[in-house]
């Protein structure tokens, strides 16, 4: 459980992750379990790049609706039918929220009808194996994987299997999705399920598809890493025609395409994800009448999609506009003006533009220019303390890029120079250290030798150290002979120096009285009688 925990964790980039959350969040106060499926399931666990976010809610998710734009979620198409939401998150996710359900199929190709089920019964009614998969995000089983029909097992393995033998048939777009994902992931369909494949193309159930399922397709030919092998492949199986009769592969600009997988792997380099699927689309039809096109867009579910694909060719002149205009007179005003454009428009205009002045631009803005940031002498700036702790370093590092794209620094000291009145003042020294009065004596430790203090007006008689007694287990009893001299040798070396003595163990016996002590003798100073006598005799004489 806790492995799939971190491939969500690590695999959802930072967008998506933010996306799961708010979702998970407003199915938690609705009291609704929520799972990961589908495709995203499929591509966490293969590794590919995780493009959409398949979430089923055991609930009607159009009841969340007014929830989810509350949070910034926007919602760009609704399936009352299939009671499905499709989303567009913050930071451009493009999501599907559906409700787990069960379906029955009365005639091929016709909706089905869909009842409120759980979510076994929802991944029993899907195409592939590697399709029916779930991981919970609910509190209680949060990370649980949800595998009913070994799909893990066929990814392993590298194929594509169906779940059942009449799938083909209730649903035709089954079909052109079998060979779309067996030509991304170069898998080859399962043994049965190529008899079924076979089966299903000779007797012409792709006639009974409808118009939604092509348009889902058709979206998800144009987020395909590679469209136009993707292409070829519908192509070969005859699959093309039936997404629009008009279409061929003659009626795709395969140079373009060619040129915007460059392109876009470029700017994915950089740092830029630009929204790609309007492109293709783009690209995919430039040949076709504006007739064959507008029949295709009305087959898009997606509203998101079709404003973007509408409107390329026009927010493309617009920057084309503005990099010719007086505010790009510089290379600094250039630089302001696309790194303030969509990555959208940046990639398309790359591709479509004629304008040379405008073509160097972007070519230089996406790589002579961004090679200028390693003249910054970043060590040197470090000795002038203006460093990312800095709150305005930010401001410094653009001011001084800004000057070097205009030429007006050139050489390192002139950067240097530009640099030092930014350098802030040192900090102040550190404070002197307060001497206090010396931390009171540790308590000796029981049987060690300790010096007593000297009285006052008193000097030590001598500094010699008292011998050490021997530990208690190593006494030995002396004779009384011998007893004696030591007494007589201490006492001499009591009056000298004063020792503390280990405390001695008391005993079980009852206590005797102490003896009590005798008054101490004062010294009694010498007699001066003589003298004041001798005082006396000497007034009588005056």
Not at 80 to 100: I, Q, W, Y
Not at 136 to 165: M, Q, T, W, Y
Not at 190 to 204: G, I, S
Request: avoid cysteine.
């Amino acid at each position: 459980m806790a492995d799939y925990i971190y491939s969500m964790e690590t695999r959802l980039t930072p967008d998506q992750q933010r996306g799961v959350n708010l979702v998970q969040e407003i199915a938690q106060h609705a009291g609704l379990n929520l799972y990961l499926t589908g495709g995203t399931i499929r591509d966490l666990v293969t590794g590919f790049p995780i493009r959409d976010i398949d979430l089923s809610i055991q609930g009607n998710p159009l009841k969340l609706q007014k929830e989810l734009e509350k949070t910034g979620i926007s919602v760009q198409g609704v399936d009352e039918d299939l009671r499905t939401l499709h989303l567009l998150m913050p930071g451009n996710v493009r999501a599907e929220l559906n409700m787990t359900r069960a379906e029955t199929h009365d005639k091929p190709g016709k909706p089905p009808s869909i009842a409120p089920a759980t979510i076994n019964e929802d991944l029993r009614r899907r195409d592939f194996t590697v399709n029916a998969m779930a991981l919970s995000l609910n509190p209680g089983s949060r990370g649980l994987l949800l595998d009913p029909f070994n799909g893990i097992a066929d990814i392993e393995a590298k194929v594509l299997r169906i779940l059942h033998s009449y799938a083909f048939l209730e649903e035709p777009v089954r079909l052109i999705r079998a060979t779309r994902l067996s030509a991304r992931f170069h898998w080859p369909l399962e043994e049965r399920t190529q008899v079924r494949y076979d089966a299903a193309k000779e007797n012409n159930y792709i006639e009974f598809i409808g118009k939604p399922a092509i348009g889902y397709e058709l979206e998800q030919v144009a987020h395909e890493d590679d469209p136009l092998q993707i292409m070829r492949a519908l192509d070969k199986e005859g699959w093309l025609k039936v997404l629009h009769p008009h279409w061929s592969l003659a009626k795709i600009d395969s140079g373009e395409l060619g040129q915007f997988v460059k392109t876009r792997q470029v700017m994915n380099d950089l740092g830029y994800l630009p929204e790609t699927g309007p492109i293709v689309m783009y690209f995919l039809t430039r040949r076709m009448t504006d007739k064959d096109i507008s029949e295709i867009q009305r087959m898009i579910p997606r509203r998101d999609f079709l404003d973007k694909w509408k409107h390329l060719e026009h927010r493309a002149h617009d920057l084309a506009k503005k990099l010719t205009g007086k505010d790009a007179g510089t290379n600094s005003g250039s630089w302001k003006i696309l790194t303030h454009a969509s990555p959208e428009d940046m990639l398309f205009l790359s591709l479509t533009v004629r304008q040379h002045a405008v073509d160097a631009k972007l070519k230089n803005f996406f790589g002579k220019w961004r090679q200028l940031k390693e003249k910054l002498p970043f060590p040197e700036m470090a000795e002038l303390r203006i460093t990312p702790q800095l709150p305005e370093f930010q401001k410094i590092l653009d001011e001084a890029f800004l000057l070097l794209l205009d030429g007006k620094l050139r050489s390192h000291t002139e950067i240097m120079h530009f640099l030092k009145p930014y350098e802030p003042p040192p900090p102040p020294p550190p404070p002197p250290v307060k001497r206090g009065r010396g931390k009171a004596a540790a308590p000796a430790a029981p049987g060690a030798v300790v010096s007593a203090p000297a009285k006052r007006g008193r000097k030590l008689a001598a500094e010699t150290p008292a011998p050490i007694p021997a530990a208690p287990a190593m006494e030995v009893k002396a004779t009384a002979a011998e007893k004696k001299p030591v007494q007589a040798a201490g006492k001499a070396e009591a009056r000298k120096v004063s020792v503390a003595k280990p405390a001695k163990k008391a005993k079980p016996a009852t206590k005797k009285a102490a003896p009590k002590k005798k008054p101490a003798v004062k010294n009694v100073p010498a007699k001066k009688a003589p003298a004041k006598k001798a005082a006396a005799k000497k007034g009588r004489k005056r």
